[in-house]
């Protein structure tokens, strides 16, 4: 393997503009794939709990005892 001067030596600066557009970007990146990540995880759960309600029997509402009256 070769050496090469960019191994050796620190590449130049890189600008502040330069800087911020790749924290932006990767900033934006970053939310994007959590934003699917939540919806795909929300459509999950709803599948699971359309499915587990469907095969769930119906359950009757129990009847309200008339409370007794105080003396």
């Avoid at 994007?32 to 119906?58: D, H, S």
Wanted: proline letters at 4%; aromatic letters at 2%.
């Amino acid at each position: 393997m070769t050496t090469t001067k960019d191994q050796l030596f620190k590449p130049g600066r890189v600008s502040a503009t330069d800087k911020l557009a790749t924290t932006d970007k990767v900033a934006r990146e970053i939310i994007a794939e959590e934003a699917t990540r939540l919806v795909t995880k929300t459509e999950r759960l709803r599948r699971l709990r359309i499915e587990r309600e469907a095969a769930a029997p119906e359950e009757k509402p129990k009847k309200a005892r008339a409370k007794k009256a105080a003396k």
